[in-house]
């Protein structure tokens, strides 16, 4: 009888996202590995568009909307699904979602940081031995690439202002100067929103930046001055592809090349790989946590070249998007699972000269 034993490092996503699903393997031990940091963990929404491998997710979710729009000052796209519908849930809640499916008698938590010395991971300088590593841990992020950083938060009104049955995934009505900018609206009722200002550039902006867009925005289209704050949430994520490969370990999670490096998101990813490791792991199949294809990241590098260069094109690029997209192609696209018509569309309804010269200067850098 087989006996395995798994270490997982980490307490976030990733780490128990996969953690969750070991229980479904007929022998192992499970080692925890959760560092020191976890209070520092704030809570914040996690958005996904409903897949199978997200079902749990969305079973549990906080909110789901079957419309979504992208807006720009020329144009206004709703996108509608009932069989994908955009999601949320609460990172402590999915986290304890997976905590209360661990099996406490084969799971051992070491609450200790896990440190890198010469290519082994050690914690509390003694080596971590087991039949499989998986690191979570969150890896050194590249220096000049395009970043994705947002701040926002839950507006609360008194008055109704608020359309609870549409998520505003993109707005564009909001300064462009900086870089390309969006607001990101998920009305939960009439009177409560996340409001979230996010912008793709390299720079990332003062604090003050983010509350003045969604301030002006609020009071321009909804007419709203007088609100309160809560639930603050702020991220960097880079828009780059993060390279799963380690020597001794298999990444997992960002570290792990899971973040889609056109968008940002990531969930959906993480929530594939790890189904994807349980699969090898009952199959006994060689172990390959690489989640995008390499169409997906080649045509990413494409758009994100675009971005890099001619931010002002934003706009027309998403709306474009939205346009020649129905609801349930742009879900999938967005999870990971465009066809190949849906890939095609996308190609010829964007700009054609930025992409050419983008898709040059991808091919024939280095
Ligand atoms: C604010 C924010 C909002 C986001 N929103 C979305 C969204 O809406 N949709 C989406 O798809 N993606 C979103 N993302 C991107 C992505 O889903 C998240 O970053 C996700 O948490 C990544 O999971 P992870 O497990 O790789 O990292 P994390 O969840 O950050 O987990 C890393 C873990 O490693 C632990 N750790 C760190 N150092 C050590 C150590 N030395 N030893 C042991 N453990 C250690 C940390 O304590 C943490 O538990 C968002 C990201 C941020 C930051």
């Known amino acids: 009888m087989i006996n395995k034993k798994i270490n997982i490092i980490g307490n976030g996503c990733a ?59 020329e144009t206004k796209h709703i996108l509608t699904s009932v069989r994908h519908p955009y999601c949320v849930i609460k990172r402590h809640k999915w986290l304890d979602i997976c905590r209360n499916q661990l099996e406490s008698e084969k799971l051992k938590v070491f609450k200790n940081n896990v440190v890198e010395n010469d290519d082994k991971l050690l914690t509390k300088n003694k080596k971590i031995k087991g ?20 701040e926002g938060f839950v507006v609360n009104s008194d008055k109704d202002v608020f359309d609870e049955n549409l998520a505003i995934l993109m707005d564009f009505r909001c300064d462009q100067s900086k870089g390309m900018h969006f607001i990101y609206m998920l009305p939960f009722s009439k009177r409560k929103a996340l409001v979230e200002s996010t912008m793709f550039s390299k720079t990332v902006e003062n604090k003050e930046f983010y509350s003045t867009e969604i301030s002006k925005y609020l009071k321009k289209y909804y007419n709203l001055i007088k609100f309160t704050k809560s639930d ?21 999670g960002t570290r ?33 946590t690489k989640i995008h294809n390499n169409i997906d990241l080649f045509l990413d590098k494409i758009f994100i070249n675009v971005i890099s260069e001619y931010p002002f094109l934003a706009p027309k690029i998403f709306s474009s998007l939205a346009r020649i997209l129905n609801g349930d192609e ?37």
Not at 139 to 150: C, R
Request: charged residues 20%; contains cysteine; aromatic residues 14%.
């Open 131 to 150: 039949d499989l590593i998986f690191d979570s841990r969150p890896p050194k992020l590249p220096s000049n690439v395009l970043l994705q950083h947002f």
């Open 15 to 73: 780490a128990l996202s996969l953690a969750r699903l070991i229980r479904n393997l007929p022998n192992y031990k499970l080692n925890l590995f959760i560092g020191d940091k976890n209070k520092i963990n704030k809570d914040h929404f996690w958005g996904f568009w409903k897949v199978k491998v997200n079902n749990e997710a969305y079973n549990n979710a906080n909110h789901t909307w079957s419309k979504w729009s992208i807006n720009t000052y």
């Open 232 to 252: 603050h949430e702020k991220g960097i994520i880079p828009m780059h592809y993060i390279s799963n490969e380690s020597k001794n370990t298999y990444n997992i």
């Open 330 to 366: 742009m879900a999938k696209f967005m999870s990971g699972n465009a066809s190949l018509l849906t890939t095609c569309k996308i190609i010829i309804s964007m700009p054609k000269i930025p992409f050419i010269k983008s898709f040059f200067y991808v091919v024939y850098r280095k």
């Open 256 to 288: 792990g090349g899971a973040v889609r490096p056109s968008s940002g998101y990531a969930f959906t990813f993480i929530q594939k790989q790890a189904f994807q490791i349980i699969s090898q792991l009952k199959n006994r199949e060689k172990i390959n």
